[in-house]
Structure formats: structure tokens, C-alpha cells
Nanobody, 125 residues
Framework: QAQLVESGGGLVQAGGSLRLSCAGSGRTLGGYVIGWFRQAPGKEREFVAA????????WYADSVKGRFTVSRDNNQNTGSLQMNSLEPEDTAVYYC??????????????????WGQGTQVTVTT
């Protein structure tokens, strides 16, 4: 079993930046896709970004493309989501997840095996 813990959320003004981290324990994340999802109040959980096991393949939701960057450090057993040019619409609880998933499935939350507890990101005007 892998345990995932997110950190780095907080309150930021529109246009600002935050960097979320996802620390894995209990199992190496080296063979797993690391994905990021978010859920705003009253809305469905949505895919944000994902990175494959090597870091060589990355996927982004259209709404964050060009503003967010997903990465990983297999030596540290961590994943990261750098969020720039934040907008109030980015306000949500952000979750990291891990799973052994083919590329066609990385945007589907139900494909992931492990989830973190979430970290709140609030963007003010």
C-alpha cells in the first residue's frame, strides 16, 4: 500500500503561484503514474495533470495548460504541481493520486489506486 500526502496549498491572490507537493510512502511511486485532480465546492472532481513513471510524458487539462507544470522526483518519491498565473476558478481541493495506468486512462480518476487527503487552494481576486 502506498500513502500519499499533499502539501503546499494555501491562499493566494489571482496571478500568483503555488507549488503543490505529493510525498509517497510505504511503496515506491517509481512505476506509477502520478496524477493531480481537483474538486471545487458543488462540482465534480476533475482531472488537472498527470506525469508518467519516467517524467517523460505529461498530460494537462485544457484549463491549466500553459499555467501549470507537473513533475516528479523518483529519487525522493515525490510528485509536484507548479501552478502559475492562478485564477479564482482554480480554487478547489487538490488531490494527488497514483496508479499503474496506461496513457489512455490517466484522465480518469477511477483508474488510480492511491489518493492523498487533499490540500486546499484558494485564489482571491
Amino acid at each position: 500500500q502506498a500513502q500519499l500526502v499533499e502539501s503546499g496549498g494555501g491562499l493566494v491572490q489571482a496571478g500568483g503561484s503555488l507549488r503543490l507537493s505529493c510525498a509517497g510512502s510505504g511503496r515506491t511511486l517509481g512505476g506509477y503514474v502520478i496524477g493531480w485532480f481537483r474538486q471545487a465546492p458543488g462540482k465534480e472532481r476533475e482531472f488537472v495533470a498527470a506525469v508518467n513513471w519516467s517524467g517523460g510524458l505529461k498530460w494537462y487539462a485544457d484549463s491549466v495548460k500553459g499555467r501549470f507544470t507537473v513533475s516528479r522526483d523518483n529519487n525522493q518519491n515525490t510528485g509536484s504541481l507548479q501552478m502559475n498565473s492562478l485564477e479564482p476558478e482554480d480554487t478547489a481541493v487538490y488531490y494527488c493520486a497514483a496508479g499503474q495506468i496506461p496513457p489512455a486512462g490517466v484522465r480518469a480518476g477511477n483508474e488510480y489506486d492511491y489518493w492523498g487527503q487533499g490540500t486546499q487552494v484558494t485564489v482571491t481576486t
